[in-house]
């Protein structure tokens, strides 16, 4: 199996894959084994998140760590998806004045980039703005 493909069978990988417990239905990401606001194991099930939520927060980051200097001045944010996890993510296709927290944004699956020159080019999720 090419390491390609590997990575692409790792059902998390690529997928908004969270956590609901059994017992008293609250919604994880990322997945947990053991519920952390009930304390019960062997109940939690995997769950496909939505990929829309509301911005809680937000920040411009213009001193880039090592291999992000190339796409700085960017966005980062806290959103707050509709089932209730939080997840930190990069807004992406839109003007750093045009992001409000309250904004809604979809989660979209982008080029996040490779290793090296030579190297598997990785995958993941960015925020876009829905106005």
Known sequence: ?????????IPSR???IGSKC???NKIMFPPRFICPYCRRTGKLEPYNLRKKGKIVSYTVVHAAANGFEEQ?????AIVELDDGP???TQIT???????NIGD????VFRRMGQD????VIYYGYKGRLLK
Do not use: Q
């Not at 700085?72 to 980062?76: D, F, G, I, S």
């Open 1 to 9: 199996m090419s390491v390609a493909r590997f990575w692409r069978e």
């Open 116 to 119: 090296g020159e030579d190297g």
């Open 86 to 88: 939080s997840v930190t």
């Open 72 to 76: 700085a001045p960017y966005t980062l």
């Open 93 to 99: 296709d839109c003007n750093h004045s045009e992001i």
């Open 14 to 16: 690529y997928n908004l």
């Open 22 to 24: 059994g017992n008293c």
């Open 104 to 107: 809604t944004v979809e989660l």
